[in-house]
């Protein structure tokens, strides 16, 4: 595999920033495009727009082709039985407001719980708070060693006949740890409960098959995974999202509407209300294709790598500190430096061309249980190579003389 081959796939790597060449090491909040993923948004606009599944005339036709076309292609990503399992939706975040709403309506009650871990992001927190707050259910969370490790036992204890759902990231998005989630999701089935996967870091860095997890919902964005903002996937299994009710209302989700009685659409229609960003859901296909044709495990095997090597050359740093040590580690490498200020770091990491993350990067539980305020975040990608790493040692070693 030639990384600098791919590289020029990505226009933007050969910006520089303050006349330095960029080194993007921020991947976990977005990754960058390829030039191929950004065509195909243009040169739909250019010439093929136009709305999506009311349409007799041609464009209509054309476009509306496109999307399904997207969704098929998602489907096969994930390996998911049927296109009727595949929901899109603005992005992680909107697909779990959707299961906890839409489940949590027709499955939840007062007194009843879910099971979520330490190491969620906010968008897999509040959306249960709400729901806290409306319906009086109760979160349990499952806590995690040192390492960064979810403890097992400890989960298997959580679990009482009020448990409805568990929902639970596959990889964390500060300490990098690839979580046992097909064990995890089996101990959920024996228990009777269904399980929802926050695959938003996952899918962009291992194999994610929903039917070998046997996830029942699986959640992820676009714009992680090379393709654009704005768009995200649920994967939910058809027997569960029979069974739910409506998540919004409006055009495309009905099947007639009286002011007396409206009857909705069928899956995955019925979760899609109003126009959906059939643009981007094209340049969300070509990115999972573009991936497809590199090879995800081409894609780990390189990150693995390289985060090894990360790994080793920041730990030869005196006094920089790394959460995150489980030993299935995804290429997300949190540090401390010293007493440096998280934000003093990035900031003039930021100065030298290196785009890191600083801050609590939407966990702060998670921080609570580490004992700090935030952390500095490199994360990385496809595009990016041991030079770039030796960048960043040296970044923060330059850095540190400055304190
Ligand atoms: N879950 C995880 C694990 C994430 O890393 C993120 C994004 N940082 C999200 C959910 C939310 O994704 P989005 O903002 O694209 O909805």
């Not at 448990?163 to 097909?182: D, F, H």
């Amino acid at each position: 595999m030639d990384i600098h081959k791919i590289r020029e796939d990505f226009p933007i790597l050969s910006r520089k920033v303050y006349g330095k060449p960029l080194i993007y090491l921020d991947n976990a909040a977005t990754t960058q495009k390829p030039r191929l993923v950004i065509d195909s948004l243009v040169d739909e606009y250019y010439s093929v727009n136009a709305n999506v599944h009311r349409g007799v005339h041609y464009l209509s036709q054309q476009a509306t082709e496109l999307h399904e076309g997207s969704r098929a292609t998602v489907r096969e990503f994930i390996n998911a039985r049927s296109t009727n399992e595949v929901i899109f939706t603005r992005g992680t975040t909107e697909s779990i407001n959707l299961i906890v709403s839409s489940f949590g309506e027709e499955f939840m009650q007062e007194g009843d719980e879910v099971i979520l871990s330490v190491m969620e992001h906010h968008s897999n927190i509040v959306p249960w708070q709400l729901l806290a707050a409306r319906k009086g259910i109760a979160i349990k969370v499952i806590p995690m060693n040192d390492k960064g490790e979810l403890l097992l036992d400890e989960y298997e204890k959580l679990f009482s006949e009020k448990t409805k759902i568990v929902s639970v990231t596959q990889v964390s998005n500060v300490l990098g740890t690839v979580n046992p989630i097909k064990e995890m999701i089996a101990t959920a089935h024996a228990h009777g409960v269904p399980f929802l996967v926050d695959a938003a870091q996952s899918i962009p860095h291992i194999k994610v098959d929903v039917q070998d997890l046997d996830a029942d919902f699986l959640v992820f964005s676009a714009h992680k995974v090379y393709g654009p903002t704005g768009v995200g996937v649920l994967y939910g299994k058809e027997e569960w999202l029979d069974r739910m009710p409506p998540y919004q209302g409006g055009g495309e989700m009905i099947q007639h509407v009286s002011f007396e009685k409206t009857t909705f659409n069928e899956l995955p229609f019925k979760f899609e209300a109003g126009t959906p960003d059939y643009i981007g859901t094209t340049g969300l296909a070509k990115a999972l294709d573009y991936v497809t044709g590199i090879g995800i495990e081409n894609i780990a095997a390189h990150e693995h790598e390289l985060t090894a090597y990360a790994m080793q050359r920041m730990k030869e740093i005196p006094g920089l500190r790394i959460f995150g040590e489980a030993p299935h580690k995804s290429s997300v490498i949190s540090f401390l430096m010293g007493d440096i200020h998280h934000f003093d770091m990035g900031t003039l990491l930021d100065r030298l061309g290196i785009a890191v993350r600083t801050g609590h990067h939407c966990a702060q539980p998670l921080m609570q249980r580490l004992g700090i305020e935030g952390t500095v975040r490199a994360s990385l990608a496809i595009y990016n190579t041991k030079e770039e790493i030796d960048a960043l040692v040296a970044g923060i070693e330059r850095v540190s003389k400055m304190f």
